[in-house]
């Protein structure tokens, strides 16, 4: 199972191509102290950001994709004592495709 952030991933994509930080700044048109930030995980990626991010970095978008929205599940539902629950009634609403 694949536990790294969105963040964590990106860093070490960039890493693994010998990339500099502002090499791949500089192909998402962002600056670099904010994916800086970014890969530390004190600031969230766009969702736009996904396919840039993917097509730089040579890795699917839908890899990608699934990081950021674990990553943003995860930050809503980490402090809350009924997370597992809430997770369990949501996995069956996907799985079912109920919207309520």
């Known amino acids: 199972m694949?536990?790294?952030t969105f963040g964590e991933k990106?860093?070490?994509l960039?890493?693994?191509r010998n990339m500099l930080l502002r090499e791949l700044a500089a192909g998402l048109?962002?600056?670099t102290a904010l994916l800086s930030k970014i890969e530390r995980g004190e600031r969230k990626a766009r969702k736009e950001h996904l396919k840039q991010?993917?097509?730089i970095l040579q890795i699917s978008e839908e890899e990608l994709l699934t990081?950021?929205?674990a990553d943003q599940v995860y930050d809503l539902l980490k402090d809350d004592e009924n997370a597992h629950?809430?997770?369990r009634?949501?996995?069956d609403k996907i799985k079912y495709g109920q919207k309520n």
């Open 10 to 12: 990106i860093r070490q």
């Open 67 to 69: 990081l950021w929205l």
């Open 53 to 55: 991010f993917a097509d």
């Open 85 to 87: 629950a809430a997770l």
């Open 2 to 4: 694949n536990t790294s």
């Open 29 to 31: 048109q962002m600056d």
């Open 14 to 16: 960039r890493e693994d």
């Open 89 to 91: 009634v949501a996995e």
